[in-house]
């Protein structure tokens, strides 16, 4: 029997659904599932009861948390796909900030018909059972977490740092030899370093690593030795995950002295 | 391109390397297209260009000298292989056949024996072993 | 007004973004173009950032059109700071911006428009009795994805194009795969206008209106930094603040476009109208047999001149791919570190102004105009004119009005992500 999945985006920039419909076989891979709801790419379908829903986008309106909540209430595995689902995107960096105060900075005293917020990600209003990270996710993770769920199995997180990726791939280190601050040591892979391959150093779009790792940390001190700033540094990771709830502890720890 | 050969394994750890130096030394001594994956056999998904056969080679715990399987024979070992490693690549396998239009008719696994992830016990002979047995089966 | 009848989509289909629209039904007929998509505010979260890093952040506006929201940031930094980039990058950019636009085309007239034209809601059910034209419609998007990644490093968040230039550049050997795949794909691009010309327009939405575009450096481009009006006036786009204004409506969290005053129009059927004359090649050819289809006054020739563009588009890219010989050079560095700067350049969808202003490196202001926030206005017009004729020459179902007011939407090619973004009034 094939696995009901739902497709939808709250608020968010639609690349990790265009990710999705990007897939090199899709067709075939399309085989597996029934898509019940996909409104970007289908008028028929709704929000319904689905296997599994696949959410992108953050939460930044009232409707965005009702649909949240529907989506929840009739999955039973919902997966937050992208970093606006995960953290919050880069709107996300709002966060702590008035949204009366922005909203009145950019709409006067207009009034709007809908409400909007600060964008935060998913697991702030509902359960979340898996993370796919990216920005835009990789179409591998993407077939990955498709095909394990397909086989009844489950999918795994990466669990180390884009710097595995940029050694295995013979990469020039950027933070070490040019001296920029790039995120791989911080940073969750699974994009293969692309950007360190590019000559542009790492901007941490697909989320903080979200584990202690053993050797991560002595990247990591590579900063400091480089004689970068704790508030450059952590204003960096900031951008895509400001709303990673260890933030602080990682970035003290990444700067800490040396007994 | 008729051959694909993929090597499994990871930069640092023990035993673990076997799959590393063999590509890093075959590199060089064979035209056939070959891609070091890291443990992720996964990874084929997005490097794959529709090679008619493909030959895996990996660490394999639990084998006492190394191993030629060929296509059903792989599945067989999963009852006697430890190490979630070569489970892994067992798993992707299964999930690569699941969503990929096209897949290598001809697959085959050389196994090299592994005992531990902490220091490496294989030597020398067992590389030139394993070069010369991915050497006579793609002929 | 009492309201006889409703015609409602909260959440239209087959669009990039979230909106919907609310056609009301009484002694008059009045359409609303309810733009529900969240506020992202990112004209606020630039503020204070690097340069290069605000650029990067900005691409995250939209995927569809991620480039263009990388590259004309990018062009104002470099006219803020006075960097002069090289003609290689100019080129390159360039190719990069084409396989952008033929890959957002693509999408949108074989995953969006196709279905409604032959009778389907989505492009799944239309491959099982249309498997040629969704194999085609997929060619043509993977050309414009492969060179997006080969350029900009990837199609989506392109982290390889840098003010200044690229972090790497892409070698010979890529160049002569782009021209082999554009060279399979230009036959299925010139199907592609002849599936648009077997169609009629809806005379119902038939409305004279202005057109802007782009006065491009270099024949039918996507760059250059004046706007052209179809009323002839043009003005630099330094003031485009006096020509072009946002208003604020209370069921739009996107603010929308007037040109003096007045609603308008941008994008491909624009462009063509006003620069009909700089499009050489097979597409010329094109555009003289089949002149009766592009018609200025009516939006449905927005998908015709997509098509017309996909054909003119891979036309130059084997050109530029084919004249290339890449050579090694380094970007360019700033020079100064504070400025201001304007950039205008034409995303799929239209006319696309950044206004930057940098400080110290650091960005301290910024304003960004989308073609979809332009064309809103309009674009509610035609749907409620829509409405309106199949109401009054005695058509009353419901879904059939709700399915016709769709087309005319679709037909935009709204990219209602990109609509939403704030700025300081």
């Given amino acids: 029997m094939k696995l009901k999945i739902g497709i939808h985006a709250l608020t968010s920039c639609y690349g990790c659904q265009l990710k999705i419909a990007s897939i090199k076989d899709l067709l075939k891979v399309a085989e597996n599932f029934d898509v019940e709801y996909w409104y970007m790419m289908s008028s028929s379908g709704k929000i319904k009861h689905v296997d599994i829903a696949f959410v992108e986008g953050s939460v930044s309106s009232k409707q965005d948390e009702e649909e949240l909540k529907k989506i929840r209430e009739n999955a039973d595995i919902l997966v937050a796909v992208g970093s606006c689902a995960i953290y919050g995107g880069v709107q996300g960096m709002l966060i702590g900030e008035e949204y009366k105060e922005i909203f009145k900075e950019v709409y006067g005293e207009n009034k709007m018909d809908y409400e909007g917020k600060i964008g935060e990600p998913l697991k702030n209003y509902v359960k979340v059972d898996y993370n796919l990270p990216g920005c835009p996710p990789e179409e591998e993770e993407i077939v990955y977490y498709l095909a394990c769920f397909a086989l009844g199995s489950y999918p795994e997180e990466k669990d180390y740092p884009v710097c595995a990726e940029c050694r295995r791939n013979g990469f020039p280190c950027i933070l070490i030899e040019k001296n920029q601050p790039c995120l791989g040591p911080l940073t969750i892979a699974g994009c293969d370093a692309r950007c360190p391959g590019y000559n542009v150093a790492c901007i941490g779009c697909r989320g903080p690593l979200p584990y202690n790792i053993a050797w991560f940390d002595s990247l990591a001190k590579a900063f400091k030795e480089k004689g970068m700033k704790k508030e450059e540094i952590k204003a960096r990771m900031e951008i895509f995950g400001k709303q990673y709830e260890k933030m602080e502890e990682m970035i003290e720890k990444v700067f800490e002295n040396e007994d | ?139 | 007004m009492k309201i006889e009848r409703q015609i409602r989509n909260d959440h239209l289909a087959r669009i990039e973004g979230k909106a919907g629209v609310i056609v009301e039904i009484g002694e008059e007929i009045n359409a609303r173009i309810n733009v529900t998509e969240g506020p992202r505010f990112f004209e606020v979260i630039t503020k204070g950032k690097r340069y290069d890093d605000a650029a990067a952040i900005c691409s995250r506006i939209c995927s569809f059109c991620s480039i263009p929201h990388k590259i004309t940031p990018i062009e104002a930094i470099e006219n803020a700071l006075g960097i002069e980039v090289s003609e290689q990058t100019k080129l390159l950019r360039q190719m990069l911006y084409f396989g952008n636009i033929i890959e957002s085309h693509a999408l949108h007239l074989y995953l969006f428009a196709m279905p409604d034209y032959l009778g389907y809601p989505d492009a799944f059910s239309m491959a099982k009795e249309y498997p040629d034209l969704i194999k085609n419609g997929m060619e043509l998007k993977n050309l414009g994805a492969a060179i997006q990644s080969i350029l900009g490093g990837r199609e989506i968040h392109p982290e390889n194009a840098i003010v200044g230039g690229f972090g790497k550049l892409p070698e010979q050997k890529e160049m002569e795969k782009i021209v082999e795949m554009a060279r399979n794909a230009l036959n299925i691009a010139v199907s592609t206008v002849d599936f648009f010309a077997e169609y009629d327009y809806p005379s119902y939405v038939d409305l004279p209106r202005n057109h802007l575009a782009i006065k491009p450096y270099n024949g039918y481009g996507v760059f250059g930094n004046e706007i052209v009006a179809s009323d002839n006036f043009s003005f630099d786009v330094s003031s485009y603040a006096e020509y072009i204004e946002e208003e604020v409506v209370s069921y739009s969290f996107a603010k929308r476009g007037k040109y003096k005053g007045k609603p308008f129009m941008v994008g491909a059927l624009s462009r063509i109208v006003i620069n009909k004359k700089l499009i050489d090649g097979r597409a010329k050819e094109i555009i003289d047999g089949y002149k009766k289809f592009l018609r200025a006054e009516n939006s449905f020739a927005n998908n015709f001149s997509q098509a017309i563009e996909l054909v003119y588009f891979i036309e130059k890219i084997i050109e530029m791919a084919e004249g290339i010989k890449i050579r090694k050079e380094e970007r360019i560095e700033a020079k100064e570190k504070s400025g201001k700067g304007y950039a205008v350049t034409e995303a799929p969808r239209g006319l696309l102004i950044y206004e930057i202003e940098i400080e110290n490196d650091i960005i301290k202001y910024m304003n960004v105009i989308t073609p979809t926030a332009m064309f809103l206005p309009m674009m509610e017009i035609d749907a409620k004119n829509m409405a309106k004729g199949l109401w009054e020459n005695g058509y009353k179902d419901i879904d059939l009005i709700g399915k016709k007011v769709e087309m005319v939407i679709r037909a935009y090619d709204p990219c209602i992500s990109c609509s939403v973004h704030m700025i300081k009034l």
Avoid at chain 2, 25 to 32: F, H, T, V
Avoid at chain 2, 81 to 93: D, I, N, R
């Fill in chain 2, 1 to 139: 391109m008729k051959w694909l050969i993929v090597f499994l394994g990871s930069g640092i750890a023990g035993d673990d390397t076997a799959g590393y130096e063999i590509y890093m030394k075959i590199k060089n001594e064979i035209k056939e297209r070959i891609a070091f994956l890291g443990t992720d056999l996964f990874r084929l998904y997005g490097i794959y260009e529709g090679e008619e056969k493909m030959i895996i080679v990996d660490a394999i715990y639990g084998a006492e000298d190394i191993i030629h399987l060929k296509n059903d024979e792989i599945f067989s070992i999963e009852d006697r292989s430890t190490g979630a490693h070569f489970l892994a690549a067992m798993e992707a396998l299964k999930i690569l056949k699941l969503v990929m239009k096209k897949f290598p008719q001809e697959i085959h696994l050389i196994g090299i024996p592994a005992k531990s992830f902490e220091e490496i016990t294989y030597n020398e002979e067992t590389i030139k072993k394993a070069i010369k047995e991915i050497k006579k089966i793609i002929g």
